[in-house]
């Protein structure tokens, strides 16, 4: 089975114990660290799809301006890994990073917060909502702030607000997961497990495994208003829409 555990550590034993007894798991979505039972981490690679945020961001200011990113957490490996990403992708750019404020996982804060950089930093031109609820937050404020024409708004995740903001032309993009992969793949890597073994689908998945041979990328996708129809076309044929 495959498994997108919120608390890893305590579903450690129970992996354990049924790896012991020769069930296969796959950790996808949600890493489980220190639960070594597990065959692998299958899900989104977040140093990239920071990168991919950060590319669409220097698209859509032309390659200068000043950007701030809220985030929900600022130690968290995932908020931590796409900051990185986004960074990397606007070096050898005139686009500068002013402010990372950390919303503590509350959207109505996410929206404050935006607000008052908004408000005191008039050379903020972008912002980078890492979590889920950053991008509807941070369209709000903008909004507010009717600062829409001059403000881009880049987020993460296909949240349903999300996707009614890039509608409107609020939010500029969204780097989106890819959970149809994640299912595909998984089904795929486990189903090889059972045919071949552990060690024959560890070769044959081991030039897509990350740097430490510990991941395995489901992929990132970006989603624009120019392409929102065809994605929620394809969210539809899949039934997940």
Do not use: C
Not at 5 to 32: E, F
Not at 34 to 58: C, I
Not at 64 to 87: D, H, M, Y
């Amino acid at each position: 089975y495959s498994i997108s555990a919120i608390d890893p550590a305590s579903a450690k034993g129970t992996i354990a114990n049924d790896v012991q007894h020769g069930i296969a798991v796959l950790a996808i979505d949600s890493p489980l660290p220190g639960t070594a039972a597990a065959s692998l981490y299958l899900g989104t690679p977040n140093y990239t799809a920071g990168f991919q945020a950060g590319t669409a961001m220097k698209q859509v200011l032309g390659g200068k301006g000043k950007v701030a990113i809220l985030v929900g957490s600022l130690t968290a490996s995932n908020a931590t890994q796409r900051i990185a990403g986004f960074e990397d992708a606007l070096k050898g750019t005139s686009i500068t990073v002013a402010q990372k404020v950390n919303d503590n996982l509350q959207a109505s804060t996410a929206t404050s917060d935006a607000e008052t950089i908004l408000a005191n930093n008039p050379g903020v031109t972008g912002l980078y909502g890492v979590y889920s609820y950053d991008g509807p937050a941070l369209a709000q404020a903008v909004t507010s702030a009717g600062k829409t024409a001059t403000v881009h708004i880049v987020s993460d995740d296909s949240d349903a607000q999300t996707l009614g903001f890039i509608r409107s032309g609020v939010i500029s993009g969204t780097v989106v997961q890819m959970p149809y992969e994640q299912g595909y793949t998984g089904a795929f890597v486990l189903a090889a497990e059972k045919v071949l073994g552990k060690a024959a689908t560890m070769t044959i998945v081991k030039s897509y495994l990350s740097s430490d041979g510990s991941a395995l990328s489901s992929g990132v996708g970006l989603i624009t208003k120019s392409d929102l129809s065809s994605y929620q076309a394809l969210e539809a044929q899949l039934g997940i829409g």
